[in-house]
């Protein structure tokens, strides 16, 4: 399942960060980070529950880029 | 500007502010601690959140970056001053200071600029409909969502309005204004039954539509998820960058920790002054230097304004990674029906008639006035005036000859050669290509009409154009006859054509030339999307011309144009070519400087002002470059 979520970054830098950390996540299979549309696209491995994968997606890019934020 | 990029301005001007006091009153001000203090305050209220990046980035295990980069330099040249100022020298906090306040101006120049090509980009592409009147079973409108309305619903779109989903006329005409699909101004006249796409704006009247498509499935919805992932998509320069900083900056890093304490190592070991401090001070120099902001901004900007620009265009490319190949393309093959010619028939010329065009017209018009064949269709469009079909009497139709009977009183005869040698009539043969349609009128010659599919408008020129964006090679693929391909071929100055093709030979030619070609070298397919799916997917760039409504083409080709203007190619190149310059000025720019500066630095020569005042200056003119890349419209 594929699904969009707009999100908020400041720097090119750090949206290829957040990137790497979505792909991380257990539950994504892939993900690609567009800093100049503001989307993250995520690709959830089969029977993953986007909400829940989310959540974690979201505290992994904290970690890396504090002030970014993922619109769920 | 948003909220956060105003508190940042906000912060820069009142710690510029600060330091300009500072420097005024500088000399009164007592002890080196208090000096120290004082600079601290504009420092912290720029740099803090520099600060706590740098330190949150450590304590997550992801060091380096250019907060990292700034907070050691900006640190160490702090140490300097304050090492010089226990040794009773000449201390200065100022460089630290500048250096946060004009890397923070720099960031905040970036977001900005950033921020007003995204929006430029989204204006260009401003199709997403924001409510649909919906009609209910009384007849009353609601303003609803137009993801709530079902397929085959009614809406109702009043002047001014986007048609919010695709949809077919039940009730109205009206004027419809294309130009934010197609990129073209020229208005549509619609009326009832004709197919609406969402994302035009109705201009005139009021228009009932009946929907044929949910949101989702709507033309509006596949163009926007298009254009988006296209950003998605990344090419082979952004790969290029995104790796680059992952190495760059630890390599710069360590070099700036060799030059930190090697050199002195050596000097003590032989026997001179290490002069530590000095070789600190550089080592922060380069550091500051080391930010690779300009390129790691400008590269995707340039794409993004790239794609945007083309898109304003009506020129829909799916991904940075095609953009970068159509700049390479040096082969261009083309379909020929539908692509360097219309796809319908027309009547294209009238020879050896005694009577007027539009007399002759007339009876061919109305002897085959109740036949729905295209070459039918394409004389009731050339006679263009209503078909009275009360004036028709005695219709008989010789199948594989043509058709006889009597219109307004006379006997008329309008078919094939063949048609005319049963009637015994003495007609003229045509040496032009297409279809002739021979007409007797009482009995006697009446000359023939000549009907073929007419070559685009654009086509010649394309072909020219293609020619002097440096493409070395043209070639025209049909399964259409020897005869017309050689006549399309000659008109329109193609360099190399094969005729009487079946589909599965088309793919064989171009699999051809993808062999012979040199590496390097991209070939582009171009056609009308409809079964040549194949070609289209193993060429380098398929292009699907005049795809707006089709589905399968959209979704086989690589760039998408959105009407049929074979002109639109060339265009398509020139962007990508302007595009791609301007990736490869702004890689060579800010990394020839960059280095330069670097050696500057190591050696001593460029202190941290030069170095800052490069990074900055690099970064926004690599980024107003990378802007240019959006005004394409004149290409």
């Known amino acids: 399942m594929k699904k969009t979520y ?6 090119a830098n750090c949206a290829e960060k957040m990137e790497t950390a979505a792909k991380n996540t257990a539950g994504i299979k892939d993900a690609t980070v567009s800093f100049m549309t503001l989307k993250m696209k995520v690709e959830f491995d089969d029977g993953a529950d986007p909400d829940a994968v989310m959540k974690d997606v979201l505290a992994n890019c904290k970690k890396v880029e504090e002030d970014c934020e993922i619109f769920l | 500007m948003k909220k956060s990029q105003k508190k940042m301005l906000l912060r820069i001007i009142s710690a510029a502010v600060i330091t300009l006091i500072l420097l005024i009153t500088d000399r009164f001000i007592p002890a080196w601690y208090i000096k120290l203090l004082l600079y601290m305050i504009p420092y912290l209220i720029t740099g803090y959140d520099v600060l706590k990046k740098a330190f949150h980035g450590i304590r997550n295990k992801q060091v380096f970056d250019e907060n990292f980069l700034m907070t050691v330099a900006t640190l160490g040249a702090i140490a300097v001053g304050i090492s010089n ?60 969502d137009p993801d709530e309305v079902e397929i085959g619903s009614i809406i109702v779109v009043n002047p001014g309005e986007k048609i919010p989903l695709d949809g077919i006329i039940r009730e109205g005409t009206s004027t419809l204004n294309t130009s934010a699909l197609t990129g073209e101004s020229i208005p549509v006249d619609v009326f009832e039954g004709y197919e609406v796409l969402s994302g035009t704006i109705n201009l005139s009247g009021v228009l009932r539509i009946e929907t044929t498509a949910d949101f989702d499935g709507s033309t509006a919805s596949k163009i926007l998820e298009l254009v988006e992932n296209a950003a998605s998509r990344k090419s082979k320069s952004e790969g290029f ?115 007027a065009a539009e007399e002759l017209f007339k009876y061919a018009a109305h002897i085959e006035g109740h036949s729905s064949h295209p070459i039918a269709l394409s004389i009731k469009k050339a006679y263009k005036k209503e078909i009275d079909l009360n004036l028709v009497k005695d219709i008989k139709e010789i199948s594989g000859k043509g058709i006889m009977g009597t219109v307004d009183g006379h006997a008329v005869a309008a078919g094939n050669a063949a048609l005319m040698q049963e009637l015994k009539i003495d007609y003229k043969d045509c040496h032009h290509t297409g279809t002739i349609i021979h007409m007797a009128l009482d009995g006697s010659y009446a000359g023939h ?97 005049g795809a707006l409504g089709s589905d399968a083409a959209i979704e ?11 002109k639109k190619i060339v265009k398509a190149i020139r962007i990508s070519k302007k595009c791609l310059g301007i990736v490869h000025q702004n890689l060579i720019f800010s990394i020839s400087v960059k280095v330069i500066c670097l050696i500057l630095g190591a050696v001593g020569i460029a202190n941290m002002w030069i170095a800052i005042l490069a990074d900055v200056g690099v970064m926004i003119l690599a980024v107003l470059n990378a802007i240019r890349a959006l005004f394409v419209k004149n290409l």
């Open chain 2, 449 to 545: 009409i000549v009907i073929s599919d007419t070559i685009k408008a654009g086509s010649k020129d394309a072909i020219t154009a293609l020619k002097r964006a440096g493409i070395k090679k043209t070639i025209m693929l049909t399964g259409d006859s020897e005869k017309v391909a050689e006549n399309v071929a000659k008109t329109v100055g193609i360099d190399e054509y094969h005729a009487a093709l079946l589909p599965d030979e088309k793919v064989q030619n171009v699999e051809q030339i993808l062999k012979t070609k040199a590496p390097g070298e991209a070939l582009a397919f171009a056609g009308d999307g409809i079964n040549d799916a194949p070609v289209l997917s193993i060429s380098d760039i398929g292009i699907a011309m």
């Open chain 2, 241 to 355: 960058i995104s790796k680059f900083a992952r190495y760059y900056t630890p390599i710069v890093c360590i070099c700036a920790l060799a030059l930190a304490l090697l050199p002195p190592v050596f000097l003590a070991l032989s026997g001179k002054d290490p002069m530590i401090f000095t070789w600190i001070y550089r080592a922060c120099t380069f550091l500051v230097i080391s930010c690779p902001c300009a390129v790691v901004i400008s590269i995707p900007l340039s794409f993004f304004a790239g794609l945007g620009g083309a898109s304003g265009c009506g020129i829909l490319i799916k991904g940075s990674n095609f953009l970068e190949t159509l700049s390479k393309v040096k082969y261009v093959v083309f379909d020929k029906t539908g692509t360097l010619t219309h796809g319908t028939f027309e009547v294209t010329a009238l020879h050896h008639s005694p009577l």
């Open chain 2, 85 to 144: 100022a226990l040794n009773g020298g000449d201390d200065d906090y100022l460089e630290a200071v500048a250096v946060m306040l004009l890397y923070q101006t720099g960031e905040l120049f970036q977001s900005v600029a950033v921020g007003k090509s995204r929006k430029n980009i989204s204006s260009l592409m401003d199709i997403r409909p924001d409510y649909a009147n919906l009609e209910g079973e009384d007849k009353t409108v609601t303003k609803v």
């Open chain 2, 556 to 566: 086989a080709a690589d760039v998408v144009l959105m009407d049929d203007d074979p």
């Open chain 1, 6 to 11: 707009p999100i908020e970054v400041d720097c």
